[in-house]
């Protein structure tokens, strides 16, 4: 009787228990680069097998959700490590990657223009991190650009076209 009370238990301890798969890496999609044009949002990810997704939306909040709608997957933005900042309000989106999207201190807001969807985000960070070494752009990590933004209603960044990082900009 014991034996039979004890594997009934161990049966519904079994089948009780289970993992929830939102925790799980793969579950979700990690933003590695965005361009942010306006309305219009151009979203790139760590993954290799996702490719770029482009959506038109009325803010950040709005934008990652539906990329996450698009991919079927949650989208976190957390590691972002590259902000293309092209026609909009750069304060306004800079203070909104810090609120909303939460993104990295580190992560690099530039002026861009052109079409970056074929465009490698590592390669693009690295030639915007040798532009800065050789003294060619100031620092443009989102802290930085930010409170110049902030202190002076202007910042120096890196100014970032497909092709590469030839010349500083200037944000407002």
């Known amino acids: 009787m014991k034996l039979k009370v004890f594997l009934l238990m161990i049966c519904t301890l079994c089948l009780v228990t289970g993992c929830e798969s939102s925790g799980k890496v793969h579950d979700k999609a990690y933003l590695r680069s965005a361009v942010i044009d306006g309305d219009s949002y151009t979203l790139t990810f760590f993954s290799d097998d996702q490719k770029p997704v482009k959506i038109t939306a009325e803010g950040l909040l709005q934008a990652r ?97 497909p092709e590469g990082c030839k010349s500083s900009a200037k944000l407002r």
């Open 65 to 161: 959700n539906e990329a996450g709608l698009t991919l079927g997957k949650e989208v976190f933005t957390g590691y972002t490590e590259l902000v293309i900042l092209e026609k909009a309000d750069s304060r306004a989106v800079m203070e909104a990657l810090l609120k909303d999207w939460k993104v990295s201190p580190n992560c690099m807001t530039v002026s861009g223009k052109g079409d970056f969807s074929g465009a490698d985000p590592e390669k693009l960070e690295g030639e915007i991190r040798l532009a800065i070494k050789q003294g060619k752009v100031p620092e443009c990590d989102i802290i930085t650009v930010l409170s110049q933004l902030l202190t002076e209603r202007t910042a120096s960044t890196a100014h970032l076209t």
